[in-house]
């Protein structure tokens, strides 16, 4: 059980991973924090609402850090990385105690989505991952995002392979995608008629991950942008371009690379390749 994390952001600058970052440990605490307010507050909101009585004290406190989090962003670095830990500390303290206590779905879900975005933090550690596995952790972490299971959800692979990946990283890659095309089929279907399909097969050196929905797609335009830093859906200007760069950057961490296809109307295709070994 972890309950002092104040080594958890060093041990991340020291890992293989570039998280969009500059060269200084400035940036890399202000990409930190950037990530997790874009990442953290719809699960946190939830858990809020739905905490068991037993853990309400934990899960204001886990609020109340998030709160001072936004408010001393790009204040005092050295500041962040203390606030940060703190918050990766506390929330997988919290989830180490969900297993005492009677908690609700809805609550079970979030907490779970939680950790798998401060999981992102740990030190990058690849290992073969059955892909029937990361699937399943997907479709459980995608539930708080698909209301009433409206868009359905499959996996078309014809061979369960093993992939050598992180599996934190590779988890929160997954979810972002999700989060990405359950966004577009709402915005195309309101979640009615809504499928996504992933996939993995060998190509040559590589196993070769498709995601796919039936979304409302992209145009030309916005497709040459999706894996550039000015790119987002989002009218929070402070976070342009947060989510697809993480998931590129994901991806390049484990000597893959990834592509994109689609169209207005036609749904989005997101191609990752990793290679068979790292």
Do not use: W
């Amino acid at each position: 059980m972890i309950l002092s994390g104040d080594y958890l952001i060093d041990d991340f600058l020291s890992g293989n991973t570039s998280f969009i970052r500059g060269n200084s440990f400035e940036d890399t605490i202000e990409s930190v924090e950037r990530f997790i307010i874009h990442e953290a507050g719809q699960p946190l909101g939830v858990m809020v609402i739905e905490a068991p009585d037993e853990l309400r004290s934990d899960v204001d406190k886990l609020s109340e850090k998030y709160s001072t989090l936004r408010a001393n962003r790009r204040t005092n670095h050295f500041v962040s990385k203390s606030l940060i830990n703190g918050f990766i500390t506390d929330i997988k303290l919290l989830y180490s105690k969900l297993v005492n206590y009677d908690a609700g779905d809805f609550f079970k879900n979030d907490t779970n989505q939680l950790l798998t975005i401060v999981n992102y933090f740990d030190v990058f550690s690849p290992k073969l991952t059955p892909f029937s596995g990361l699937f399943d952790n997907y479709t459980r972490n995608i539930i708080p995002f698909n209301e009433n299971n409206a868009v359905r959800i499959t996996n078309s692979s014809l061979c369960d392979y093993d992939l050598k990946v992180d599996t934190s990283k590779f988890n929160f890659l997954l979810l972002n995608l999700g989060k990405n095309s359950i966004n577009a089929i709402e915005s195309r279907y309101k979640s009615l008629n809504g499928l996504i399909d992933v996939s993995v097969k060998k190509e040559g050196d590589f196993f070769v991950l498709r995601h796919r929905d039936n979304g409302c797609g992209m145009s030309n335009e916005l497709l040459a942008k999706l894996f550039k830093t000015s790119f987002s859906t989002n009218a929070d200007s402070n976070l342009h371009g947060l989510g697809t760069l993480i998931i590129k950057d994901i991806v390049e961490s484990h000597g893959g690379f990834i592509k994109a296809k689609s169209g207005l109307n036609a749904g989005t295709e997101i191609i990752v390749y990793l290679p068979n070994c790292l």
